[in-house]
């Protein structure tokens, strides 16, 4: 009889001990990613409102970090190492042997990617920038030269 029960306690040990494995594993694959890719919709890193908010404090004198650049189709911007850039409107593809940084995603944007509109990019090295698909207007941090 006292097999039994400790036949009976070992079997429901291993059967919980399994039942919180698979919990925990499944708390880890969905809990920290909440289903959304980063600066998707379903992730906004911040919101629309708040962003256009600041861009009008910038397009005032507000927030003098930036600078309002446009482009028109074909027109290129290069950027010098360390500088930094947003596409607000328009479409552009990435110039440049060495690419741009998502600093909002954290991927490397290669020659002829497009970029993605209110994502932050990084200037590796001199002459990353973009290429003009569309009218554009982009915000810049740092020096800059139109092609």
């Known amino acids: 009889m006292k097999s039994k029960n400790l036949g009976q306690i070992f079997a429901f040990a291993v059967i919980l001990a399994l ?18 890719v980063p600066g998707s919709a379903g992730d906004p890193l911040i919101t629309r409102s708040y962003l256009e908010e600041r861009l009008s404090q910038i397009q005032k004198g507000e927030a003098a970090s930036f600078q309002k650049v446009t ?23 990435v110039r440049g042997a060495d690419g741009l940084v998502n600093l909002t995603t954290g991927e490397l944007f290669k020659k002829g990617n497009s970029t993605v509109r209110y ?10 920038g973009i290429k003009a698909d569309s009218n554009v207007t982009v915000y810049v941090r740092g020096n800059y030269w139109k092609d």
């Open 19 to 36: 039942v919180a494995s698979l919990c925990y594993r499944a708390g880890r694959a969905d809990g920290a990613s909440g289903g959304g």
């Open 71 to 93: 482009l028109i189709k074909g027109e290129e911007l290069a950027l010098y190492a360390g500088s930094e850039m947003m596409l607000y409107s328009g479409n552009a593809a």
């Open 119 to 128: 994502h932050l990019y990084f200037a590796p090295v001199d002459g990353s």
